[in-house]
């Protein structure tokens, strides 16, 4: 159940309120609003005093529900907006691994010239091999930062465990737990004090009910700025490295509050079926993309295989905005 406290009701009073109700609570906008386990379908007699609105909720998907709030929240990063009223299907891409200045300043080129204002690349790893590259961490962070500066886009890395928080916060706009970060609940709740928006990627083996069960944790901390990322999910099939679970958007676009970002790279596993994959979340009429493209795949440090050479890239981004206007919306 979410329960709305009167807005007279003191932070502090929330705090004891919620302990004893053991919900969890944040304020927002001066109110504060309180999470117990969905099993609760009546306000507690303690609480009813204090209580303004509160809401039953069939399961602990809550309070990314639609049955809670049913337009889709609105993400702001700086200038950039994502979900909400807006009809911005947003672009982010780059390479996997930022490896070296010269990698990144390339990439950075092709997105001013395409008008791309959100650049994304990996600094911390999560990588299936200890023996592989792990990324260049702090180095490649202010690399990040140094790009921002210099063409004002919204950066988004990934945080590979919960001490990486605190400085992707300093240093981009955007932060990313990855998918198999997804059940990192010390990584969760630590994006849930930050007030920064974060992209939430699907573990490859996670339900829906899981995914947004994570996302309450970053949202039940306070921090409403959450985008969903499905990126494709294990199933019995190996000639593709994962299945991007279409039918699962459609569920979340049906029932889930919070913009949805389609990752085609990872999902397909290999670069000649991103364009056409893209093309197709386009046309579902999604929120955002996420793109891997790298200005030499074949040497690339992490994800060669699928990554979009430059030139790719370019002949993919300028048809998917004839693909986006059909459905009412534009590429950013
Ligand atoms: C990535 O975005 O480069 C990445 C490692 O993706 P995922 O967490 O989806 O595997
Ligand atoms: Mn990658």
Redesign the pocket.
Known sequence: MIIHLKETVSAELAAQLAEQAQAQYFIREGQAVLITSSSVKEVPSFLQEYAADHFVMASDIQLASRTYQSATREVTINQAKVGGSTNHTLMITGP??IESWEQIVTCADMLKELGITTL?A?CF??RTSPYSFQGLGMEGLKMLAQIREEYGFNIIT?VRDATHVEAVIEYADIV?I????MYDHGILRTCGEARKPVLL?RH?GATLQELVQAAEFVLSGGNEQVML?E??IRTFETKTRFTLDLCGVSYLKEHINLPIIL?T??AMGYAYGVPDLTRACVAMGVDGL?I?SHPNPKVAK??AAQQLNLDEFRDLYRSVQSVAEVVGRKVV
């Open positions: 996997c691994s994304r990996g790893k999560p990934e990313q990855g998918a198999k970060a990627k490859f990322c990126r494709g990752d790279s990872h996420l891997e992490s994800d």
